[in-house]
C-alpha cells in the first residue's frame, strides 16, 4: 500500500540534472507545457543556473521511495503580496497511481506552511482537462481566462488562470491526503 509517507519533497542535486532535462523533452509533458519545443541540453543549463540566481523561483523535486518521480516549479514569489504561480508533472510514468496528487500536497504544504505565501496561482492550456481537474480537486478556482494566448498545432489556445488560497488549502488537504491511502490501497500500478 502506498501511503503519503512515501513521498517527500527535495532538492534538485547534480545527479538529477540530466533526468529533469529528459523529463522536459518528454512527449507526455512538452506537449502541455506553455513552450513545445525540444530544450537542448546547454539551454537546460543556463534555465537551471538562472533559477537558483532567482529569489523569485523555487524548484524541488518529488521523491517516492528515495526515487525522482515529479518536479514542481514555484515561480514569480512575491514576498510583499505573499503569491506565487507553480507548475508541476510527474516525469516517471511507471510511479504508483497517485503520485500526481501525493506531489500537489506536498508541494502546497510547503508553499503554505514553510513560505509565507497567501496564495497559489496556476496557468492551465484550456484543452488540458487532466490539469484543470487536478486543480479543482486541489481547491483551486478559476479566476479568468486570457483568450486565444498561445500558438499550438497552429491554432491560439486559452490560457486558464487559477487560484488557491492559504485558508481553501488548510480546509482541503487533510481530506485529500486521506484520498491518497484509500486509492492506493492494494493497487500500485500507476
Known amino acids: 500500500m502506498t501511503s503519503i509517507h512515501d513521498y517527500r519533497l527535495g532538492d534538485l542535486g547534480r545527479n538529477e540534472i540530466n533526468l ?16 513545445d519545443d525540444l530544450i537542448p541540453l546547454e539551454e ?8 537558483q540566481k532567482d ?5 524541488k523535486l518529488c521523491f517516492y521511495q528515495e526515487k525522482p518521480v515529479g518536479f514542481v516549479n ?4 512575491d514576498p510583499k503580496n505573499q503569491t506565487c504561480e507553480w507548475g508541476f508533472y510527474i516525469g516517471d510514468t511507471s510511479c504508483p497511481r497517485g503520485s500526481g496528487k501525493a506531489m500537489g500536497i506536498l508541494a502546497l ?5 514553510e513560505r509565507p505565501m497567501r496564495k497559489v496561482c496556476a496557468q492551465i492550456l ?12 486541489l481547491g483551486f478556482a478559476e479566476e479568468g481566462r ?18 488557491l488560497f492559504k485558508e481553501q488549502w488548510e480546509k ?4 485529500l491526503k486521506e484520498e491518497v491511502v484509500r486509492a492506493n490501497e492494494g493497487n500500485n500500478d500507476r
Open 55 to 59: 529569489a523569485g523561483k523555487l524548484i
Open 126 to 137: 484550456d484543452f488540458n482537462r487532466r490539469s484543470l481537474s487536478y486543480h479543482h480537486k
Open 44 to 51: 537546460h543549463y543556463r534555465w537551471l543556473e538562472a533559477v
Open 109 to 113: 504544504d510547503y508553499i503554505f506552511k
Open 20 to 35: 529533469v532535462w529528459e523529463w522536459r523533452n518528454a512527449d507526455h509533458i512538452r506537449p502541455f507545457m506553455n513552450h
Open 172 to 175: 482541503q488537504s487533510e481530506f
Open 74 to 77: 514555484f515561480s514569480h514569489i
Open 146 to 163: 486570457l483568450v486565444k494566448q498561445l500558438l499550438k498545432n497552429n491554432q491560439y489556445i486559452d490560457v486558464v488562470l487559477m487560484g
